[in-house]
């Protein structure tokens, strides 16, 4: 599929100015991005809305305050409102019910979606998503040390894949132009403060919370994780009742770009199979 087949539609959900991607026709499937500078939605999946889209109709937004949606100075963001703000998207497009192919915050997103609002989500793909609480990696540290350099931009970024020859010059110079551009740095510190304390605790969505979760899941994480530790995939699969686990050796953070091909196979596969 080229570009061209891929609408950039701009939207109001929560009461917030929304860039979104939309392709493809047939089951509804949200491709949650991640968290760090320069991400957005057409950063972490452009390379998979096409071949995704070809068996399921694919809505990849930019979550509020992260890409080009907008991000509002007074506002306090957190999780419950990045929920409000995504069921609000699924509400202005019509949408029913969807599943979700979460990339590590996005994962986290259609976790607690799927807590809040269990009718509104049918399947989960949970990739370098984090859960329980443990102690901050390099990888995390990097991505909130973000300065506004091109170096701290090559230090956060080198941490995501397990084989470092993935990253490239345009990749990296793509990521510090949108982390970069007017407002884009004090919207990163908004959403994403540097890390406090010399070992700070990562807090995702508790133990008690995740044995909520019935949906069908598919847990993809990469053993080599710098960012999101692969034991966080051990115990997510032990808390969530009706989850499948898939790891993947030598692979980091980007189990989408690192295992392109396999990825596909294993997300069409699973969101299209029976109930």
Not at 78 to 105: C, P, Q, R, T, Y
Request: net charge negative; aromatic share 8%; hydrophobic share 40%.
């Amino acid at each position: 599929m080229l570009d061209t087949d891929v609408q950039t539609l701009t939207i109001t959900a929560a009461d917030h100015r929304t860039n979104l991607h939309r392709a493809g026709e047939g089951k509804p499937v949200a491709l949650l991005h991640g968290s760090g500078a320069g991400v957005s939605a057409w950063a972490n999946w452009r390379k998979v809305i096409g071949p995704l889209s070809e068996s399921f109709s694919i809505v990849a937004p930019d979550i509020a305050g992260f890409g080009a949606t907008e991000l509002k100075p007074d506002t306090k963001y957190n999780i419950m409102l990045w929920v409000e703000h995504f069921v609000a998207i699924l509400d202005e497009l019509g949408i029913e019910k969807v599943s979700v192919v979460g990339n590590s915050f996005g994962g986290a997103l259609g976790l607690m979606t799927a807590i809040n609002h269990p009718d509104r989500i049918d399947r989960l793909v949970l990739l370098g998503t984090p859960c329980g609480h443990f102690p901050i990696t390099d990888g995390l540290r990097a991505q909130g040390e973000f300065d506004g350099t091109m170096p701290s931009m090559r230090r956060a970024i080198s941490y995501f894949p397990h084989d470092e020859s993935i990253i490239t010059e345009e990749l990296i110079a793509a990521r510090f132009n949108a982390a970069t551009r007017d407002g884009a740095l004090e919207a990163f510190r908004k959403l994403m403060p540097p890390p406090e304390g010399e070992n700070p605790i990562v807090r995702g969505i508790p133990e008690k919370l995740l044995r909520k979760v019935g949906h069908r899941t598919l847990i993809l994480h990469g053993r080599e994780d710098r960012v999101v530790p692969y034991a966080r995939a051990l115990d997510m699969h032990q808390w969530v009742e009706n989850s499948d686990l898939h790891s993947f050796g030598k692979c980091g953070h980007w189990v989408q770009i690192e295992r392109e091909a396999e990825f596909l196979k294993l997300v069409k596969d699973f969101l299209g199979g029976d109930a």
